[in-house]
């Protein structure tokens, strides 16, 4: 009887972070590729997400944390693999090996600087089309550092007026909870 509980309880301990949708408040955006995506969602980097933005789009910090990495310098974007290198992006650690990534950004745009601590909710760039781009978006992600730096990507939801909810390929994301 022990037992089974225990295993009835298991799936519902599986534990995924609710972030705020990283954009402006009063606004939406549509998931263009969501997590799994076959054109460039691959694991180890599944949990990640394209959200539909516009050129110049404030980009917000989705959890509170310091600025780990800030590269703004780029001004090249295509749509195929041969850009990605290309890509502006901040990374914002949040303690416990968990970090943000925002990614294709608009050159120059930065509002934060490296080390920074930060909160939820904060601009911190314009959003873009840098690196491996076939339309304006940004891609959010997620993850873990590995101990060779390289990136886990982690299951996430985003915080809703109903509560937290997987962010789901197709659908309209609507932040009513930032700035
Ligand atoms: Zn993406």
Redesign the pocket.
Known sequence: MVLALVFLLIPSLSFSTCLLPPFKKGTSHRII?GFG?K???IAPLQY???LEMPIGTLVYSSRAGVVSEVKMSSSLGGPSKKFKPKANKIIISHGGGDYTLY?HLKKDSQRVKLGQEIPAGLPIARSGCTGWCDGP?L???FFKKNRDGSRLSKNFKFKTELGCAVPKFGAQVSNKFIK
Request: aromatic letters at 16%.
């Open positions: 590729q995506g054109y460039s969602h990640g997400i394209d990614a978006h891609h959010f992600e």
